[in-house]
């Protein structure tokens, strides 16, 4: 063993490796993405890596893994395993051979994601193992406890950590290569009555799942991470926590007289006997949770289920907030209701002036701005919809664009620009996606589009990289996470070959050539689309930055006020550029009415 | 003993390396250390904040209000936003130069930076102010910054380490071609 200082993603992924992983598959979403990226990093050749097209796929594929006997390990965000859930609820029959374990992250605030959703509601909807980790080093260990039960019990199990465990940093004890496991995989070993779903399969496997959970709501019950913590003092009241709260309720209680401390590790199968244990002779239990009341609601059920007359309180009963990510203050206010104590101390200063907001914005030369800007006149005084999708250019929304009406999860916009084109038929529809999304799961939209004889445009913002997530390779890129050098799979042959007659790519930051083909190409009747192709501005080596010729600008602002570009600023009243930012993408001078603004190279 | 230390700023200050650096000469003096900071999405030009807590005993990366011993702001407003999380008798050391968002720009607000100082000193007892802006100008890069805050608050005995502790740790973090600046910017 030896100590490293680890964020909590990466600490998964080595936990898995000292686990003698041998596959790992997923997509990327905050706050999942680091774990495939670590395995990647620290890959000695000996472990498949791949980022899959999206997390259905990447969920298969671990499985296929799994089936030969293989360790595999599939990582994603909430919202994906929503993509996943097919496979998830038909494999949860079938079972693996080898060590499985899908690694899916929550993200209570939300802080980056569509939903606050709570995954241990899917391992108990699934009737899956769950772990939920409420350390970086807890995490480490656990995800080893995690491919053990897997594999002894031939079932996935889910993973369940959450954004301030994923991406906490700490240093923790890790072991060294000489003690890691290793896993030589069987290979696939053909049998059709246990591979094969079918109803009657599924009859049998649901008997057997059901008996399994009891059996390990048991085993978890002794399971060293679900712990029972004495009380420091007698007391009659109890906390019932897990994940990252835990951790804030043992802050709360530093050098305080605290009550019995109930830490779920395995909110399902619960562990319903130590739970009992933890009840016996308390009065009242506070839940202190993030997301959904489950470890409430379980205590609530077994106190119904063993006549105990201990009091639940928590989100349910509104002890506790209902939505948001919990704090340290929020649990330590949370807890001094509950113990009776006085509320912690508020910090004793004076008003504090107007901060300034500073909310996310399209970065400086990025070419969504021009795509976006160049839709936006194009259609300037034309009834037109704009439905936009996941990923950074969500951020269009913002003003001065202002060019995302609607938002709904992956790949969404494409099929609600044809509900709403059904609907207003005298309406321009526009869908915006990117690359990466494009390949995730728009293609079928495309397909729906043009089989269903829709009216709209199919706006690819095409930028070559996944951005928002942080730059992971997909099909479009020509490279995998192995190191592979494969040919790119073309956006504009896949939309011909599905049947879309008009498909033009054209560089934004040419910006009346840009106006000029959405004009065009949206007059058109039924499924058109514009890709517009152009590299992520954080990837390139910028331009130098544009120079404002100040006798020729009348400080009329409109590159301001149109652009909304982070590298345009007011210094002394007037404007200026910020050349820290500034990528010199020249978009910006072909917007001044005056020409006063120059020196960027590829301005027309 | 713990302590307690917030680094706030923008995005794109080098906020995240400034901590694990810090992080790093932790690691070397054997003292347990925990961290968190923003990540993704507020990223873009949004506030930045990364706790870290060095000693025995931790449970969780972040720590409640009135905890930090010091607070390192990269950027005034930013460092008047977080000043709750200062203790009673903690030490501020704050950039003088303000970032000015996208949105001030749009709205024409005319917010200077001072205001914020002004209620840094009014608030906090022990404030260090650092012309970061000049100090970066006088070193020829924009990119420093993070080193010359760091070295701020390390040369006023603000962090357990000596400016040698991180000047080593660097040289093993950060490319060969940039040792030179970065000692200076420590030094500055």
């Keep these: ?604 | 003993m713990q302590s307690n230390i917030l680094i706030c700023g923008v995005g794109g200050q080098g906020i995240v390396l400034t901590s694990k650096l810090i992080a790093a000469a932790a690691m070397a003096h054997d003292i347990p250390v925990m961290s968190a900071e923003t990540i993704g999405m507020a990223q873009k030009g949004g506030s930045v904040f990364s706790f870290l807590r060095l000693g025995d005993d931790l449970y969780c990366p972040m720590f409640p209000e009135r905890s930090a011993d010091l607070i390192i702001g990269f950027e005034p407003a930013e460092a008047v936003r977080m000043l709750p999380y200062l203790k009673d008798g903690g030490k501020v050391v704050v950039n003088t130069h303000p970032i000015m968002p996208v949105t001030a720009t749009l709205s024409g607000s005319d917010y200077t930076g001072s205001e914020m100082l002004d209620y840094l000193k009014r608030n906090a007892g022990d404030v260090l102010l650092v012309d970061g802006d000049k100090a970066c100008e006088e070193l020829g890069s924009p990119k420093v910054l993070n080193m010359v805050m760091l070295g701020a608050a390390v040369r006023n005995d603000v962090i357990p380490f000596s400016v040698d502790d991180i000047e080593d740790i660097m040289k093993k973090t950060v490319k060969p071609q940039f040792h030179e600046l970065n000692s200076k910017a420590l030094r500055y």
């Design chain 1, 1 to 604: 063993m030896h100590k490293e200082f680890l964020m909590g993603n990466a600490a998964i992924a080595r936990g898995a490796i000292a686990a003698g992983l041998n596959l790992v598959s997923g997509y990327p979403g905050t706050p999942s993405t680091e774990v495939l990226e670590t395995t990647a990093k620290i890959n000695n050749g000996s472990i498949y890596v791949e980022w899959s097209v999206n997390e259905k796929a990447a969920l298969e594929l671990g499985a296929g893994a799994a089936y030969c006997g293989a360790r595999s390990m599939v990582t994603m965000k909430q919202v994906g395993l929503n993509v996943a859930s097919d496979p998830l609820m038909s494999l949860a029959y079938i079972g693996v051979k080898g060590g499985m374990v899908i690694m899916v992250a929550d993200d209570p605030g939300p802080i980056s994601s569509q939903t606050e959703q709570d995954t241990r509601h899917f391992a108990a909807f699934s009737k899956l193992p769950c772990f939920d980790p409420s350390s970086v080093q807890e995490a480490y260990d656990m995800i080893q406890d995690a491919f053990k039960y897997s594999e002894k019990y031939h079932t996935p199990v889910l993973f369940r950590p959450t954004t301030r465990v994923c991406h906490g940093y700490a240093s923790i004890e890790v072991k060294d290569e000489n003690e890691y496991e290793t896993n030589r995989p069987e290979g696939f070993v053909k049998d059709s009555s246990k591979w094969v779903i079918f109803p009657r399969l599924s009859y049998n496997a649901h008997i057997r799942i059901e008996e399994r959970n009891a059996e390990l709501s048991g085993v978890f019950s002794d399971y060293e991470r679900n712990v029972i913590i004495p009380e420091k003092k007698a007391c009659r009241k109890g906390i019932a926590t897990h994940g990252i709260s835990y951790t804030y309720t043992m802050e709360a209680l530093r050098d305080k007289e605290a009550p019995r401390i109930f830490k779920v590790s395995t909110p399902f199968p619960f562990p319903e006997q130590a739970a009992v244990k933890f009840l016996e002779g308390l009065d009242e239990v506070l839940c202190i949770e993030e997301l959904d009341p489950v470890i409430e609601r379980e205590l609530t059920y077994i106190c119904g289920k063993y006549h105990l007359a201990t009091k639940i309180l928590g989100k349910l009963t509104h002890n506790v907030k209902t939505a948001g990510e919990n704090t340290c203050a929020s649990v330590s206010a949370d807890i001094a209701v509950f113990m009776g104590w006085d509320a912690p101390e508020k910090p004793s200063l004076e008003e504090a002036p107007a901060l300034p907001v500073r909310p996310p914005v399209l970065c400086a030369g990025c070419p969504h701005r021009a795509s976006f800007f160049a839709v936006k006149e194009a259609m300037k005084g034309k009834k037109s919809v704009f439905c936009g999708d996941i990923g950074c250019y969500t951020l269009g929304n913002a003003m001065p664009l202002d060019m995302v009406d609607t938002c709904l999860c992956m790949g969404a916009g494409v099929n609600i620009t044809q509900g709403i084109g059904k609907i207003e038929p005298d309406t321009s529809c526009f869908a915006f996606v990117g690359d990466s999304t494009f390949f995730a799961s728009a293609i079928t939209g495309a397909v729906n589009a043009v089989y269903n004889q829709a009216d709209m445009t199919l706006v690819v913002l095409d930028n070559s990289t996944t951005a928002m997530t942080g730059h992971q390779p997909h099909p479009g890129t020509g490279r995998t996470m192995m190191g592979e050098i494969v040919e790119k799979i073309s956006i504009q042959e896949v939309l011909r070959g599905v049947g879309v007659k008009i498909v033009e790519t054209v560089n934004p930051l040419e910006l009346d050539k840009a106006i000029d083909t959405v004009k065009r190409v949206s007059a058109e009747k039924g499924v058109k689309a514009i890709i517009f192709k152009s590299p992520c501005a954080v990837l390139i080596k910028g331009n130098k930055p544009a120079v404002i010729d100040s006798e020729k600008c009348i400080q009329c602002k409109k590159c301001i006020k149109t652009l909304g570009c982070p590298g345009i600023v007011m210094r002394d009243g007037k404007v200026a550029i910020e050349n820290s930012l500034c990528t010199g993408c020249g978009l910006c001078s072909q917007v001044c009415p005056c020409n006063a603004i120059g020196g960027a190279e590829n301005a027309e």
